[in-house]
Nanobody
Framework: QVQLVESGGGLVQPGGSLRLSCAAS???????????MGWYRQFPGKQRELVAS???????DYTDPVKGRFTISRDNSKNTVYLQMNNLKLEDAAVYYC?????????WGKGTLVTVAS
């Protein structure tokens, strides 16, 4: 079985920062480093969208809305992916999930809620 546990969300003012973490476990992730992983977000009433991804070797890729503000990283020894979010904007408020990228699994964790408000 597979498990993805996201954490680190919270309430932050515009311009603030948060660091999200995603711990992956299960037989599929026995060799975590072979999987490209991504952070996705979902706005109310919308489908999840990929915002950043990272190869097993640590090469990142970002979508334009977050480029220059978000940094994705991973620790393969801990089966964990991180998303450092700086200069947060009101429009970044969403539930954030991690999953394989660019094609996610059908399984999703519970996500972590990021609220940006002044």
């Amino acid at each position: 079985q597979v498990q993805l546990v996201e954490s680190g969300g919270g309430l932050v003012q515009p311009g603030g920062s948060l660091r999200l973490s995603c711990a992956a476990s299960g037989s599929l992730f026995s060799i975590f480093s072979i999987h490209r992983m991504g952070w996705y977000r979902q706005f109310p009433g919308k489908q999840r969208e990929l915002v950043a991804s990272i190869t097993g070797g640590g090469s990142p890729d970002y979508t334009d809305p977050v480029k220059g503000r978000f940094t994705i990283s991973r620790d393969n020894s801990k089966n964990t992916v991180y998303l450092q979010m700086n200069n947060l904007k009101l429009e970044d408020a969403a539930v954030y999930y991690c999953n394989k990228a660019p094609v996610p699994m059908n399984y999703w964790g519970k996500g972590t809620l990021v609220t940006v408000a002044s």
